[in-house]
């Protein structure tokens, strides 16, 4: 009698962890018979990732400021909103550096919900060449952000585009390898 009370109690055990599987399904990875199966969540892991790619491309865009590779400080997307003296401070460096981060956030949001499942670097390659072309030939000079183009140096030209190049496919490339890398999704080939 006391092994059939056993079997009853690890048989609605067995119950309420399905349960909980089924109800905790798309929050955290599953493990069935040696294999992973991983849900990401997108909104989340977009805001992380736009955080990540303002913050360190941020920062790189700020040294190339300080080096003089290019004349467009950080602020340069805080520049409608603050004035022109204020962007060439310290703190007009770090509330720059602020709008970049906040920037970048909305470029990965506008990816991961839109291109997500396209594979490889050259998208994201292409996604930073589009919003180069929008910050610096289409809004950017009507807004008082950025010089025209004819107004800027070489140096300088050359310098952001290549940084919204490699910004872009920081972004685009992350986001493929996660949305797209089946390795993770599939089982392993037996005696491989």
Same mark, same amino acid.
């Not at 807004?143 to 310098?159: A, E, G, Q, Y």
């Given at each position: 009698?006391?092994? %059939?009370?056993?079997? +009853? ?10 349960? +909980? ?8 990875? #599953?493990? +069935?018979?040696?294999?992973? %199966? ?9 805001? !992380? ?6 913050? $360190?491309?941020?920062?790189? %865009?700020?040294?190339?400021?300080? /080096?003089?590779? #290019? $004349? ?11 004035? %022109? ?5 310290? @703190? ?19 990816? #991961? ?15 930073? $060449?589009?919003?180069?072309? $929008? ?16 107004? /800027? ?6 310098? !952001? ?7 872009? /496919? ?5 986001? @493929?390898?996660?949305? #797209?890398? !089946? +390795?993770?999704?599939?089982? !392993?080939? @037996?005696?491989?």
């Amino acid at each position: 009698m006391t092994e %059939h009370k056993d079997e +009853r109690t690890s048989h609605m055990e067995n119950k309420r962890s399905d349960e +909980r599987n089924q109800k905790d399904r798309g929050s955290r990875p #599953t493990q +069935r018979q040696g294999q992973a %199966h991983y849900f990401t969540k997108p909104f989340p892991f977009a805001v !992380e990732l736009g955080f990540f790619a303002g913050f $360190i491309w941020g920062g790189l %865009h700020w040294l190339f400021h300080l /080096l003089h590779f #290019t $004349i467009v400080p950080l602020g340069f997307l805080a520049e409608p909103f603050f004035k %022109h003296k204020f962007i060439y401070t310290a @703190a007009g460096h770090l509330t720059g550096w602020l709008f970049f981060i906040l920037f970048s956030v909305l470029a990965s949001l506008i990816y #991961t919900f839109t291109l997500k499942k396209w594979k490889g670097p050259l998208p994201g390659m292409g996604y930073g $060449i589009f919003w180069w072309l $929008i910050v610096f030939v289409l809004v950017g000079p009507k807004l008082d952000m950025v010089k025209p183009l004819n107004r /800027l140096t070489w140096d300088s030209v050359i310098t !952001e585009f290549c940084f919204f190049l490699l910004w872009g /496919l920081f972004i685009g490339y992350t986001v @493929a390898m996660e949305f #797209t890398d !089946e +390795r993770k999704r599939e089982p !392993e080939k @037996a005696g491989v």
